[in-house]
């Protein structure tokens, strides 16, 4: 304090002269030329910032929103096309930074360089600055308290970046990016975390629709193959849309034709690393381990769509614990994604591109080890759960240990085999492709009763083909005789009756020549449904028979039972309806007697049959439903559906019209669910007719 004892002249009184104005930085880079889609993320980011206390107050922190994703997903387009649509919020500035943590040159940008950069566009000395971090982090903050500025911290790799980026003034809101995971935001911060997928489908076709126009509009199906062969990936989709306009005269398909056969390579460049795909991937790679790095390969060439947690550790050769640590830091990465089922998948051209460091960069000793213990762990298992289903079939060598947590019932074998269902396809295909001729084999025979009962036909001739050639390396004769009945019942039921005669007489001529008999005996019980799928009862019966015969003699009172059904089925065909109830209820007594449910079910349903026909409808209908409770327990859905059907007629047979109509209703649910779409729409016209009034339903 001064103060004045006397003054001479006159008293002049001044203003205080105003200090410098702060500077209002514009840093953010331009919007995206072409951004589609995204509109439930940019609300979810319209959310964040609006957000208020219950008491209608704003925040007394800083938002936070963290834009997570593998890279090339549009985490930096959706931050820029957000920040330039909020402009008006902002009155104050706004600033941004690349901090390089995923990019070409592999340097990401010190924390305390990108604190100078922040303070010198908001008008602060260079010269004049603190040279500590924490002492240009409080500057920072104090030159943005009170401001309503938007802070935008690009392509984050740590929360050691970040952190000293963050203003303490709730007027402030910051963006991030991000490939991985930073839970320090989260955590200490409340950041608001935002994980970025793959655009939809309307998504994906407007981006290509916008920049090539008319060339997308005039061929759609060409279209709908880039978008599919990209995985609606946005930067696989922006290179696939800069090389149609780079060359106007390749027509779309045959671009669509080059990214199928030679994909990553397509989305690929020499000179610009960040019009390339596979590069941009490969900076995530940058800040991992050997370990990590090297499961992130395997895992691209582990056989299958998607990966459970006992798969994985089998691939990786790694302890329980420590893949789950590996598997956490990938998932952190964006790399891989974790499901709601616990399982783990990667984007197709993440997988690729995974696939393509496994076969350049691991040494083939590393890769054959991992895919032979992929492949024993579904041998292995897929062997168990083939036991659990059909413990009554002739048995083959046990397969040697792999540890598993195998299934451990029933339904338990039937639920994994379903889930694992192309996991164990593929796994026969890597077999074949590493030589392992017997695994080959094996696998196609653990298939063999799910195929069945599921009806996969398809699949079931793809397997058993692979099997018929590996069986040609194989020093068991039985495996190449197998092979062919196998693939004669899947031509037979694909209509290709002449292909299946002809493979089961081979079979039957290749047993003979061994002195085969359980051989013979089983190409005889396929060639019963070879026949009776050309509505041949009298020569199904005849095989049948024969199959009686030699199962009577290789004491199986297994297959003894499947022939004597058999046996009673074709009989009540043919009209000779004691002969058929005889038949079957012997086959009921051995399947009972050796605890067979699926065999039980079978033979109730025969039952149920033979009574129909013979105009005894109240029996026919309690075989039924005992055959219907038994499927329903196993879980087999298309025998279910079959016998729902056959029940129906017997209720109409006793008019009892409702009691149809709801049956057949269940029966048309289940082979929808199960993709039978003929079996269906016979179904759909049998309930078409009975509710045409005065018609009779049957058929």
């Known amino acids: 304090m001064v103060q004045a004892q006397s003054v001479h002249g006159d008293l002049h009184v001044y203003a205080a002269q105003p200090g410098p104005v702060p500077a209002v930085p514009r840093q953010l880079p331009a919007s995206p030329a072409v951004f589609t889609g995204r509109m439930s993320e940019l609300a979810a980011l319209d959310h964040a910032l609006i ?79 603190p040279s500590g971090l924490d002492a240009l982090s409080a500057l920072y903050r104090s030159s943005v308290a009170g401001r309503r500025m938007l802070i935008v911290l690009d392509n984050a790799a740590t929360a050691e970046q970040v952190v000293p980026l963050l203003p303490g003034s709730p007027t402030c809101t910051v963006l991030v990016t991000g490939r991985t995971t930073l839970p320090t ?71 669509a034709v080059e990214l199928g056969d030679l994909a990553l390579e397509v989305l690929d460049h020499d000179t610009d690393p960040a019009g390339s795909l596979p ?125 598993s947590r195998p299934p ?78 196998r693939l004669g019942r899947a031509h037979a039921e694909l209509g290709r009756h002449e292909e299946a005669v002809r493979l089961l007489h081979q079979a039957l001529d290749l047993a003979g020549r061994h002195d085969d008999r359980t051989q013979q005996a089983h190409a005889h019980r396929v060639l019963t449904r070879v026949w009776e799928i050309r509505n041949d009862h009298q020569r199904a019966l005849v095989h049948a028979r024969e199959a009686l015969r030699l199962f009577r003699d290789l004491a199986e009172p297994a297959w003894v039972a499947n022939a004597l059904n058999s046996v009673g089925w074709f009989s009540a065909h043919l009209g000779d309806h004691g002969t058929a109830r005889d038949h079957c209820r012997q086959a009921l007594e051995v399947y009972r007697h050796h605890s067979s449910a699926s065999g039980v079910a079978d033979t109730l349903h025969s039952l149920g049959y033979i009574d129909f026909l013979s105009g005894n409808h109240h029996d026919a209908i309690s075989h039924y439903r005992q055959a219907l409770a038994v499927y329903r327990d196993l879980g087999y859905s298309i025998p279910a559906a079959g016998t729902l059907h056959d029940l129906g007629h017997s209720h109409l047979g006793l008019g009892q019209r409702d009691e149809t109509r709801a049956v057949w209703n269940e029966a048309l649910e289940l082979y929808r669910q199960q993709g039978h779409r003929t079996a269906a729409d016979r179904v759909r016209r049998q309930l078409d007719k009975l509710l045409s009034a005065g018609h009779d339903a049957t058929i």
């Open 408 to 485: 451990t019932g029933h339904a338990d074998a039937l639920d994994w085999l379903e889930v694992h269902h192309p996991h164990l396809l593929a796994a026969q295909r890597t077999a074949a492709s590493l030589g392992r001729h017997e695994a080959v084999w094996r696998l196609a025979w653990a298939l063999s009763t799910f195929h069945q009962r599921r009806e996969h036909h398809h699949d079931a001739l793809a397997v058993w083909q692979g099997a018929a050639e590996a069986a040609s390396h194989l020093p068991d004769p039985a495996a190449g005789t197998i092979a062919r009945e």
């Open 51 to 129: 957000a208020t206390t219950p008491g209608g107050r704003e925040s007394a922190a800083v938002l936070i929103s963290a834009i997570g994703g593998v890279g090339g997903i549009g985490k930096t387009w959706l931050a820029l096309a957000w920040a330039h649509r909020n402009l008006h919020r902002f009155p104050h500035g706004q600033l941004f930074v690349d901090l390089q943590g995923f990019s070409p040159s592999g340097r990401p940008v010190e924390a305390a360089d990108a604190v100078r950069g922040f303070l010198h566009s908001l008008g602060a000395d260079p010269d004049g600055l």
């Open 185 to 255: 935001l989260i955590d200490r911060y409340g950041a608001h975390h935002l994980q970025l997928d793959v655009l939809t489908h309307d998504e994906a076709r407007e981006l290509l629709t916008t920049r090539l126009d008319q060339r997308a509009e005039a061929d759609p199906e060409a279209t709908g193959e880039l978008i599919g062969l990209c995985g609606r990936h946005p930067l696989a989709l922006a290179i696939i849309a800069r090389q149609a306009i780079t060359r106007p005269r390749v027509p779309l398909a045959e671009l």
């Open 279 to 403: 590069a941009v991937l490969s900076w995530s790679l940058r800040h991992f381990t050997g370990r990590q790095r090297r499961a992130f390969a395997l895992l691209g060439i582990a056989p299958g769509p998607d990966i459970g947690l006992p798969a994985a550790y089998r691939l990786l050769g790694l302890s329980p614990a420590d893949a789950r640590r590996v598997l956490r830091v990938l998932e952190d990465s964006s790399l891989l994604d974790r499901r709601p089922d616990g399982r783990y998948s990667m984007h197709d051209l993440v997988r690729a591109y995974a696939a393509s460091i496994a076969h350049h960069s691991l040494p083939e000793p590393v890769r054959r080890a991992a895919s032979d213990r992929i492949v024993d762990f579904y041998l292995h298992t897929a062997h168990t759960a083939e036991r659990l289903l059909n413990p009554h079939r002739e048995p083959i060598r046990p397969v040697p240990g792999s540890r």
